[in-house]
């Protein structure tokens, strides 16, 4: 193996970020869920193993060109439990909300 490809892959996995992991839906109450995407107004969650999603808690955190819908999540208590609204791209000509 070469040098730099020593190199990278002590930078790629060596990184603090690389090990850190995203709060799972599936470990908290439902209430717990719909709390943390309130508080931190945008976030990114597993709802999986595999899986994960970015919700916010409100229309502010999308681009100017991006609509906002109603999320749910699998929780500990709820299967498909309310936690706040995911961004979505809008076609020009359709309504943000």
């Known amino acids: 193996m070469s ?3 020593v190199i990278l892959l002590a930078i790629l996995f060596g990184t603090p970020a690389w090990s850190q992991t ?3 839906t599936t470990a908290m109450s439902c ?3 719909a709390g943390l995407v309130r508080s931190q107004g945008a976030i990114v969650l597993n709802t999986g193993p595999y899986t994960y999603d970015r919700f916010v808690s409100g ?6 060109t991006e609509g906002y819908e109603t999320a749910w ?4 208590d709820n299967p498909q439990c309310f ?3 995911r ?11």
């Open 59 to 64: 229309g502010g955190f999308c681009a100017v």
């Open 3 to 5: 040098r730099l490809a």
């Open 87 to 97: 961004c979505r791209s809008v076609a020009p000509g359709q309504s943000n909300r």
């Open 31 to 33: 209430a717990q869920a």
């Open 22 to 24: 995203r709060p799972n």
């Open 83 to 85: 936690v706040g609204y």
């Open 73 to 76: 999540a699998p929780t500990a």
